[in-house]
């Protein structure tokens, strides 16, 4: 059965930092999603990563994926408050002919002055 | 393009009472799933439909929800009886295409308190 591994789960970041997200699984798949979520709202999706090798950025949030290492990571570059939420990874699992989405646990992200 | 529409977005209900939720997916987006979020964990999948035909629902607790997606479009998930463990959000999400790029997409969701 997949696993789907996130840390830190909770993250207090000073503005103006960098930070890194790792998202670890535990058996093959070459489809990783970052989704965000701000309290009380849905589920936002940031990147669609899919095959090894791959790296997508928009402003300020990088994610990046290695199959062999079965690792993603997504990465803060000068932190601002704006970036205050939940990030999840999600991971692609085959099965039945289909696909669906394990997640992690999330990762709490609070940006302070 | 409208999203994903859920309703109702808050339900309080006693336990042993019933429940259902209604899901309308994004125009054209064959399949459709269900999720359970528990506050502060990750959404878990409780049911997936591929047009109306359900192709996962292996998590799904099977003696107390059911779910059906009549035409292929719209879905409702129902609950009866609740327990005090059902409160959380259900989530609905559709995609166009369940092997591909395999986008979901979410919609806003239904808040459960079971008292």
């Known amino acids: 059965e997949l696993k789907v591994e996130q840390n830190p789960l909770f993250l207090s970041m000073q503005e103006g930092k960098n930070y890194t997200i790792y998202c670890n699984y535990s058996?093959?798949?070459?489809?990783l999603y970052w989704y965000r979520q701000d309290p009380g709202k849905s589920l936002e999706s940031l990147f669609v990563?899919?095959?090894?090798?791959a790296v997508k950025q928009e402003g300020r949030l990088m994610a990046s994926l290695d199959t062999k290492a079965r690792l993603s990571t997504l990465h803060i570059t000068a932190a601002v408050h704006d970036l205050s939420a939940t990030y999840f990874c999600?991971?692609?699992?085959?099965?039945?002919?289909?696909?669906?989405?394990?997640f992690g646990a999330g990762t709490r992200l609070a940006v302070h002055p | 393009e409208a999203g994903v529409a859920q309703s109702p977005r808050y339900k309080i209900i006693e336990k042993r009472q019933s429940v259902a939720f209604w899901c309308n997916p994004i125009?054209?987006?064959?399949?459709l799933y269900w999720y359970q979020q528990i506050l502060g964990q990750g959404p878990k999948l409780l049911i997936q439909?591929?047009?109306?035909?359900?192709?996962?629902d292996s998590q799904l607790p099977k003696d107390r929800f059911s779910a059906e997606r009549l035409k292929g479009v719209d879905s409702t998930l129902k609950i009866q009886p609740a327990k005090l463990e059902d409160s959380a959000v259900y989530l609905c999400?559709?995609?166009?295409?369940?092997?591909?790029?395999?986008?979901?997409?979410f919609g806003p969701g239904t808040r459960l308190t079971v008292t």
């Open positions: 999400a559709s995609s166009l295409d369940p092997g591909g790029v395999f986008e979901q997409y």
């Open positions: 058996t093959t798949s070459d489809r």
């Open positions: 990563l899919l095959s090894n090798g």
């Open positions: 999600a991971v692609a699992m085959f099965s039945g002919g289909y696909n669906k989405l394990i």
């Open positions: 125009s054209g987006h064959a399949t």
């Open positions: 439909f591929q047009n109306n035909g359900v192709v996962d």
